[in-house]
């Protein structure tokens, strides 16, 4: 048996630092934006349902989609976000499930805490797919602090926050919550604290 959680929080907002945490503290964890990598490439289904609908100029040289060129296509508006999700989202979300059921098939007697780290797990109806939810929080200037320290305009990373989820509805809809708005130390132990409920969730699961 597995407990199915998903981990998302907004840009910027540190998912993978948390992942990585929770990996190393026993939980199984994959990378949404890693399936979404797969996809794009070149004769995988994602990419071709992206030639079809913006066409070859979104391709690099060799072929390989041009994420850069992709991104600032897809955020130019939230109806061009809507689009790109609903072509690539309902491709991720079978990834996942195929994944899933691997993981589950192969679980051992007490059980395993899978973590899919998503981030816009909650837009794409996550809520349902998963047994529990946790958000990375962090302060919005934050975000946008951290997004341009990683070569984002301000202006581009304020346009991506107002096309996700807000945050008072990430929060509402989160089982537990991990600030990551201050040092690593505390962000750590944050992480532990969430690992040993969401294992102990998992127990309460198996034995019902």
Do not use: W
Not at 124 to 148: H, L, N, S, T, W
Request: aromatic share 2%; net charge neutral.
């Amino acid at each position: 048996m597995i407990l199915r959680v998903g981990l998302t929080g907004g840009l910027a907002s540190g998912k993978s630092t948390i992942a990585r945490m929770l990996g190393e503290l026993g939980c199984t964890v994959f990378d949404a934006d890693a399936i979404v990598t797969q996809l794009y490439r070149p004769g995988a289904p994602g990419h071709q349902a992206l030639v079809e609908a913006y066409g070859s100029e979104i391709l690099l040289p060799g072929g390989d989609i041009d994420r850069a060129k992709l991104a600032r296509r897809a955020f130019s508006s939230a109806e061009e976000g809507r689009r790109l999700n609903a072509l690539i989202h309902p491709l991720v979300i079978a990834e996942e499930a195929a994944r899933t059921r691997s993981l589950e098939s192969s679980a051992p007697p007490e059980g395993r805490v899978v973590v899919v780290e998503a981030t816009l797990l909650l837009e794409a109806g996550g809520r349902e797919r998963y047994d529990k939810i946790v958000v990375v929080d962090v302060q919005p200037e934050v975000q946008i602090e951290r997004a341009v320290a990683r070569g984002m305009s301000r202006v581009d990373a304020e346009r991506r926050i107002a096309q996700q989820m807000s945050r008072a509805e990430r929060l509402r809809l989160a089982d537990y919550v991990i600030d990551n708005s201050g040092d690593l130390e505390s962000a750590a132990a944050s992480a532990r604290g969430v690992s040993e409920r969401l294992h102990a969730d998992l127990a309460a699961k198996i034995h019902g």
